[in-house]
């Protein structure tokens, strides 16, 4: 299957989820190769796929975990600047227990490969501030998982540079 992307001269469109795991004020983040920021764990929707059964997918693929019942906690319509194109990204963010075999441990806990690239994921605590620190992508996100919605939330941001 191909993603839910489409270029178009520097413009892109983007599907993409991702897993919202916290465990004791901490939030699993993966940093892919050297990128100089970190996101939450998950990956792009695929044709033809929700974005539900593309979270147990990626959670599969990228923790080995086979997660149950993930909760929608955001829908964002991102704007944003990466990789020299201007992005319109729809992020769906599911809250997921923690899995099992996912230590808890400082430092990089887990390391994995995606399309030829390496993962390495790390606990971070789960506050604004160290999120900043930790240079965390979506923007939008480092505000919005301290307190994370009962309810589905769906938002538009537009980062300042865009």
């Known amino acids: 299957m191909s993603n839910l992307t489409f270029d178009e001269g520097i413009e892109r469109v983007n599907v ?7 465990h004791e004020d ?19 929707v695929q044709r033809g796929e929700s974005s539900l059964d593309a979270i147990h997918r990626e959670m599969d693929e990228e923790l080995n975990a086979r997660i149950e019942a993930p909760q929608l906690r955001y829908m964002l319509e991102n704007f944003f600047w ?3 194109k201007r992005f319109h990204e729809f992020g769906f963010y599911y809250e997921i227990e923690k899995p099992v075999h996912v230590p808890f441990e400082k430092g990089v806990c887990m390391t994995g490969e995606d399309d030829g690239k390496t993962l390495s994921f790390e ?9 900043v620190e930790i240079n965390l992508h979506p923007f939008a996100m480092r505000s919005r998982l301290v307190e994370l919605p009962q309810a589905f939330v769906h938002e538009c941001v537009i980062d300042p540079d865009y």
């Open 16 to 22: 993409r989820c991702a897993g919202i795991i916290r």
């Open 26 to 44: 901490h939030v699993l983040v993966v940093r892919e190769d050297d990128d100089d920021f970190v996101c939450l764990p998950g990956g792009r």
């Open 82 to 84: 990466r990789y020299g």
């Open 123 to 131: 606990w971070v605590h789960n506050s604004p501030d160290a999120l």
